[in-house]
């Protein structure tokens, strides 16, 4: 079988992959980003390529349309709001999931024959406080560090990091190199323990927001135990002093770390040569990402611990292509090719090279203003291109509600359905991974290409054709006349070349006489090339800057809200949740709680969670758990309106911003919790996907169709209907058992001697297993045996899913912990579980841990 080489479309890792239009997927032995690993989600990549659901050709108001018609609409709109309110009245929203090419022409658009800057994007969410913390300190936003740098280092400290679950291949190189050297140490540094956790020596359960006090404790103690090199501060360093000043005047202790801790982390970073810091949304997305940012780089730069190989920064990236983003200029404050808006030289050079009709000279607006800006109604027309923000941004039904008061809304993208997508007034069908062509590039610089391996669906094209083709719309046809993708690319490396004279890190010549077709993965600036290797920074004066950071004063409220991802789900789930593979993995909203802070609402296992702020409110299952630390809850973003009734965790989010990069503080909200009571709780296994509608209600994708978590305030006059509308099921026969002394119900709905829906419901959160349930549906099971939970063949409940690769259950791994599998070697042996992909091997080893079996040694 001949199988076409691409990269994934999820993380920043950006792994190879290998694929064809049957839905085979392998990792890509030579890609050197994963050398043919893959975690859960890339391994289920084959399973997300079906047209369910898709976009598949024009729609304006809801009905269908031609493109002609819709792209001179879309023309037409733009261009009468730019002549009536000037280019700041339009704007577009822009994605990490973009290729490089869709980037670039978006950007050059907007900032370059619009004339305004208002382009900004997700990635404002993922690393956006990255960029200003790199501009501050080194001149230019530069990701020094590479993969190899993880491998070499002997103490690599992730801070604000789930790399287990956000970026598992880069998790699975640490956890290979730290089998080989296990004299290599890892410090975890994170408000609550993770999966990451479990590889880490050292645990730093720092309060939110405790980074800043931590590093600059570090710096405070480097300078008091003369570990700095002050060679390579006085020859490459500037604000040494003042930084250090502001790190001594910081309290350590309010990082919220033990004092003995706090000792012992100091003493082995300042004795560690090869230091490498991890960092990624725990860090960014703060009220102070920035400061923090620039905190750890202090550290570095401090000690020269930066450009040679083991050792340096490292912040990497949550999005596949948020790097090519940076590098386009695809964000409010950037230029091209990594330009600055505020430079006049800058600007006319990349103004020649377009041979546009203006550049905008001043930065637009970034996500959450951008979307401010919507409410107040300065944006007339607004075009969001493969994204979500109406579930992603914080103060998110603030932000649907900006959405709907712009009087034109036009999207591009794959899926149908999606709680944007009900907002716009024109949607635009995008071709998706596997059917579009470009570039993307991952934390460490990589550009890999992306290729089509499928045909594009109904009448969906390309986000760069779609783009150009507007622009040509509005008068700008010649500047973009593009055929191809590599049209595209030629061009930007092109421009590269002619802003060449002007001091930058980007430097794309290695891509001059490129075949793009062929083109293998490649490092900027050329392969092998370290930077700052020279100590040359891009400041002036060619020094790198330390920046005094003063320690911000944390307020403590009730209950402090983190936000993030589960392993098995991207995003707003419009790809992975498609994935009956990856649907049983926590397969509904919930809130992480400590049992003390339980105990205190009087909430039990299995409770649901009112959290609410200001701007919302939403309800989660109870997660209760030591994980977190008393007064915080952690919940994943990844449920939408679309799938939950109240599950979107970014409805009680605040849109408070870091002042310089703009990033929304998304980790640490003030929140109220409480004890949500219905009358019922209920369960639903269903072969057709139903709406989410009751009070609580969360769908998901199972093997044999979907499963709906649900709870109602009103008791239903009459369960068999209350069962058909739910399951929305008219048909069939319906067999069902009540049990008056304890309230509980149980529906069966066949048809044609198939179990089309299994109905469970209770006073109290129903206790009937979910597999077990699952498995029955589409079988030929007497119904009365399906109710009483008891699958046909009598096989035993293999609990909830912990391996998505091959299926395996709680119960299953503990039965096989029960007959002597000790280590997570020995569960894969005896049950498959992490001998895939690996992602689920901190849970395997969480699971042995909490089974109280002494482990083997790996
Ligand atoms: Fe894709 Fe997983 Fe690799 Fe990230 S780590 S790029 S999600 S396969």
């Not at 027309?381 to 649907?400: E, F, K, R, Y």
């Not at 290797?533 to 004066?541: I, S």
Request: hydrophobic share 40%.
């Amino acid at each position: 079988m001949s199988l076409t080489r691409t990269t994934c479309p999820y993380c920043g890792v950006g792994c190879g992959v290998l694929a064809d239009a049957d839905g085979t997927i392998k990792g890509d032995p030579d890609h050197p980003a994963n050398f043919g690993r893959l975690c859960s989600k890339g391994a289920a990549l084959g399973e997300t390529i079906d047209l369910d659901g898709r976009l598949l050709h024009p729609q304006i108001n809801g009905q269908r349309a031609d493109w002609d018609t819709a792209l001179d609409l879309v023309a037409q709109k733009f261009s009468k709001a730019i002549a009536e309110y000037g280019p700041e009245s339009v704007a577009f929203y822009a994605s990490g999931q973009l290729l490089t090419e869709d980037y670039y022409v978006a950007n050059k658009l907007m900032k370059g024959f619009i004339g305004a800057a208002n382009i900004d994007t997700n990635s404002r969410l993922c690393m956006a406080s990255s960029v200003a913390g790199h501009k501050r300190a080194f001149g230019t936003d530069t990701v020094p560090g590479t993969y190899e740098d993880l491998e070499e280092a002997d103490l690599i400290v992730l801070v604000g990091s789930n790399l287990a679950w956000c970026h598992p291949v880069l998790y699975q190189r640490i956890a290979a190199a730290k089998e080989t050297r296990p004299n290599m140490r890892i410090v975890n540094v994170d408000p609550r323990r993770t999966a990451t956790t479990d590889l880490a020596d050292m645990h730093l359960q720092i309060a939110p927001d405790g980074d800043i006090a931590l590093f600059n404790g570090l710096l405070a103690h480097l300078a008091d135990t003369q570990k700095l090199d002050a060679t390579y501060a006085q020859n490459h360093v500037n604000g040494m002093e003042a930084a250090i000043a502001a790190a001594r005047a910081s309290n350590p202790a309010d990082s919220g770390v033990q004092t003995q801790e706090l000792a012992t982390f100091f003493s082995l970073w300042a004795n560690t040569t090869k230091v490498v810091t991890v960092y990624s949304q725990g860090v960014n997305q703060s009220a102070c990402g920035t400061d923090k940012v620039n905190a750890i780089l202090n550290c570095h730069l401090a000690t020269g611990r930066i450009g040679r190989p083991g050792m340096g920064p490292f912040s990497v990236t949550g999005q596949p292509n948020a790097m090519g983003g940076r590098e386009v200029g695809g964000l409010a404050n950037m230029l091209a090719n990594h330009l600055e808006l505020g430079n006049a030289d800058h600007r006319q050079a990349v103004q020649d090279f377009w041979e546009s009709p203006t550049i905008s000279t001043q930065a637009g607006l970034k996500a959450v203003d951008l979307f401010q800006a919507c409410a107040d109604g300065q944006i007339k027309a607004l075009w969001v291109m493969s994204t979500n923000p109406a579930v992603s941004l914080p103060d998110a039904d603030g932000v649907a509600a900006a959405i709907a008061n712009v009087p034109f809304v036009v999207t591009s993208d794959i899926m149908e359905k999606t709680d944007t997508n009900d907002l716009a007034h024109v949607l635009l069908p995008a071709t998706g991974w596997g059917e579009k062509d470009g570039t993307v590039t991952n934390s460490e610089r990589r550009i890999s290409r992306q290729r089509a391996f499928l045909s594009a669906p109904g009448s969906a094209r390309p986000d760069w054709q779609i783009i150009s083709d507007v622009a040509a719309r509005m008068g700008f046809g010649d500047a973009f006349a593009y055929q191809t993708p590599a049209d595209i690319f030629a061009e930007y490396v092109a421009l590269d070349a002619a802003v060449s004279r002007f001091p930058r890190d980007l430097d794309l010549s290695i891509f001059a006489d490129a075949d793009y077709a062929s083109l293998v993965p490649t490092q900027w600036p050329h392969n092998n090339r370290r930077f700052f290797a020279d100590g040359q920074f891009y400041h002036p004066d060619g020094k790198a800057q330390m920046i005094p950071i003063q320690t911000p004063a944390l307020s403590k409220p009730r209950f402090a809200l983190n936000t993030g991802r589960n392993r098995d789900q991207w995003h707003t789930m419009t790809r992975t949740g498609k994935s009956a593979r990856l649907g049983p993995h926590l397969a509904e909203p919930y809130v992480e709680m400590h049992p003390t802070d339980a105990a205190a609402l009087g909430a039990a296992p299995g409770a649901l969670i009112a959290v609410e702020s200001i701007y919302g409110r939403t309800i989660l299952r109870a997660l209760i758990t030591p994980r977190v630390a008393q007064g915080q809850l952690f919940a994943p973003m990844h449920w939408t309106r679309q799938r939950t009734t109240h599950g979107t965790v970014n409805s009680v989010t605040a849109p408070v911003t870091d002042p310089f990069s703009g990033q929304p503080a998304l980790k640490s909200g003030a929140v109220s919790a409480s004890v949500y009571k219905p009358k019922w709780y209920g369960f639903l296994a269903s072969n057709i996907a139903p709406t989410p509608q009751a009070p609580y209600a969360a769908v998901a994708r199972t093997q044999t169709g979907w499963q709906v978590e649900l709870a109602g305030s009103k008791m239903p006059a009459d369960w068999e209907t209350e069962a058909r509308k739910l399951s929305e099921q008219a048909e069939g026969e319906v067999s069902m058992q009540s049990d008056p002394a304890t309230g509980t119900i149980r529906i069966a709905i066949v048809q044609n001697g198939l179990i089309t829906a299994l109905f469970f419901a209770s006073p109290s959160p129903v206790v009937v297993s979910r597999t077990t349930i699952i498995s029955l549906i589409g079988s030929d099971t007497p119904p009365l045996a399906a109710l009483a939970g008891r699958s046909a063949s009598n096989q035993p409940d293999a609990g909830a899913t912990v391996c998505a690769c091959f299926n395996v259950g709680r119960n299953t791994l503990l039965a096989a912990a029960a007959n002597g599998a000790r280590s997570v070697a020995a569960l894969g042996d005896a049950t498959c579980a992490g001998t895939n992909c690996g992602s689920c091997k901190p849970e395997l080893t969480a699971l042995l841990a909490e089974a109280s079996l002494p482990m083997a040694a790996e």
